[in-house]
């Protein structure tokens, strides 16, 4: 009669238990960075409105769209027009429209989702301004980063490269 090892078996069943552990962890960080997703919306949704009864309009007025019959007429054009915008073209606008201060990529999303009433896949909104950060040919770069803050350029940057004193002028 054979009989398996049994150091082999306390070894499988220790490797099962290490695999279980590392996808909890897994989920453990999926769900933190999740709650700090949350709580950098619900701080930019502060920013952006203040208190939670300001938002409780806003959020009345979106819910309102719904129902266009019941809802503004601004509103629903807004949302109207988000449904035929590209992402690059919403993000753009909001950022556009943003203080002067930046805005974080959780801003960005939330204010998206509140003006045009479309959600944004994370990856999708960091593609997008990595994308529209960067100089394509001849088009200068539309948006920047600081740390996790975005911000619009209005005026297209300057380039490192001064040009050329003119012949005979002098170099001040």
């Known amino acids: 009669m054979l009989y398996e090892?049994?150091?082999a078996l306390l070894e499988k069943r220790r490797q099962q238990?290490?695999?279980e552990r590392l996808a909890l962890r897994k989920r453990l960080a999926e769900l933190d960075a999740d709650a700090a997703d949350d709580q950098a919306v619900l701080r930019g949704l502060s920013k952006l409105y203040g208190s939670k009864e300001t938002l409780g309009h806003?959020?009345?007025?979106?819910?309102?769209?719904?129902?266009?019959?019941?809802?503004?007429?601004?509103?629903?054009e807004r949302v109207e027009a988000g449904k035929d915008m590209q992402i690059k073209d919403m993000v753009l606008a909001v950022l556009r429209d943003g203080e002067r201060s930046g805005m974080t990529a959780a801003q960005i999303?939330?204010?998206?989702?509140?003006?045009?009433g479309r959600h944004i896949n994370p990856n999708t909104?960091?593609?997008t301004l990595v994308r529209a950060s960067k100089?394509?040919?001849d088009e200068a770069a539309q948006v920047r980063c600081e740390g996790r803050?975005?911000?619009y350029l209005s005026k297209p940057e300057a380039s490192n490269i001064s040009p050329p004193p003119e012949l005979g002028g002098s170099r001040h």
């Open 5 to 7: 090892d049994p150091f």
């Open 17 to 19: 238990r290490e695999q």
């Open 58 to 76: 806003v959020v009345a007025a979106a819910a309102s769209v719904v129902a266009p019959k019941q809802g503004s007429p601004a509103l629903v």
């Open 109 to 116: 999303k939330a204010k998206v989702l509140l003006k045009y």
């Open 125 to 127: 909104l960091t593609v």
């Open 135 to 137: 100089r394509r040919g």
């Open 149 to 151: 803050t975005w911000f």
